[in-house]
């Protein structure tokens, strides 16, 4: 609903049941793969030009790259769609994009997870494209994950990855917490993923004076 625009509208039955079909047609073609990399920050091996991601990664001491993908059936599906039934299409993109966010939230639940297990502290994910880290940034990221060889990921001329439902990310792993994440479980989208709640932890707190983290 997001990814369409949803701002309260209303949604007729069968609209509902179209959102429905291509939600359970999504989940049938797409075949969510991903791999990840941790880096002593000291020792990355590529360079993330701009600002904004220098500030993301101040004093951490490691650096998480991942890169999911929901394959190349989802491609070959829209592009089915988008010849035979536009308003299918918009429904399935939207589907697609909710799905390799879905993806993305898993990694990073688990790289917030192993972080807090031994006591550190993950900044949230950030992708190339955000702030002012460039596109051009995806080929080395890309190469350093192998991800052309392990996922089938490539790139346009313009540096937009194929499959087009497809995310790299990068992570920060600190010493101490990270400003910028959910103030509480209760709005966290990570939480379906989270292995850290059932066991009485939170991935930004200190640990508390007993020992036990929050
Ligand atoms: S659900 Fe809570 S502990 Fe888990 S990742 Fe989200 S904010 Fe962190």
């Known amino acids: 609903m997001r990814y369409l625009g949803y701002a309260g509208q209303q949604i007729t039955p069968e609209l509902e049941e179209r959102m429905d079909l291509m939600c359970d047609l999504c989940n049938e073609v797409a075949h969510p793969a991903s791999v990840s990399c941790t880096y002593d920050a000291a020792d990355l091996p590529l360079e993330l030009p701009g600002k904004s991601i220098a500030e993301h990664l101040a004093n951490a001491q490691e650096v998480v790259l991942f890169a999911a993908t929901l394959g190349h059936g989802v491609d070959r599906e829209l592009r089915r769609l988008s010849a035979t039934d536009p308003l299918g299409q918009v429904l399935f993109d939207a589907a697609a994009t909710a799905a390799i966010e879905r993806e993305a939230n898993r990694l990073e639940a688990q790289v917030r997870a192993q972080a807090a297990e031994r006591g550190l502290f993950c900044s949230w994910r950030f992708s190339p494209g955000y702030g002012d880290l460039p596109l051009s940034v995806q ?76």
């Open 139 to 214: 080929p080395d990221l890309l190469r350093t994950l192998n991800a052309t060889r392990r996922l089938g990921i490539t790139l346009t001329p313009s540096n937009l990855m194929v499959p087009t439902k497809s995310v790299t990310a990068i992570v920060g792993v600190h010493p101490t917490p990270q400003p910028g994440l959910a103030s509480s479980c209760a709005v966290c989208e990570l939480a379906e993923f989270c292995a850290l709640r059932s066991r009485g932890m939170r991935c930004g707190a200190q640990p508390t004076e007993r020992g036990t983290p929050l």
